[in-house]
Nanobody, 119 residues
Framework: QVQFEESGGGLVQPGGSLRLSCAAS????????MSWHRQAPGKERELVAT????????NYADSVKGRFTISRDNAKNTVYLQMNSLRSEDTAVYYC????????????WGQGTQVTVSS
């Protein structure tokens, strides 16, 4: 079965940093584009960043470009999101997912990991 386990969230002051991790299992990790998504209260879930299977290409939402960095370690089946210069509008629950040819495989979003940016 496909599983995703996010970790690393927490409470941080504006301008601070956090590093999120997502450990995945149940599929051939290196063959999939990995992604980070987030959802703030009362808002739709949005795509934050993607990284291709071998880590050669990345994409970011305009709102996080220059501040966030996505990376992956295929030997550990883990994708990371380094978040710097955090703002209050980054407050959300963060989730990871996997896709191949645009088809996402995560069946349940689960609890994700909470990031709260507040002074």
């Amino acid at each position: 079965q496909v599983q995703f386990e996010e970790s690393g969230g927490g409470l941080v002051q504006p301008g601070g940093s956090l590093r999120l991790s997502c450990a995945a299992s149940g599929f051939t990790f290196g063959n999939y584009v990995m992604s980070w998504h987030r959802q703030a209260p009362g808002k739709e879930r949005e795509l934050v960043a993607t990284i291709t299977g071998a880590g050669r290409s990345t994409n970011y939402a305009d709102s996080v470009k220059g501040r966030f960095t996505i990376s992956r370690d295929n030997a550990k089946n883990t994708v990371y999101l380094q978040m710097n210069s955090l703002r209050s509008e980054d407050t959300a629950v963060y989730y990871c997912n996997a896709n191949r040819f645009g088809v996402y495989i995560r069946k349940y979003w689960g609890q994700g990991t909470q990031v709260t940016v507040s002074s």
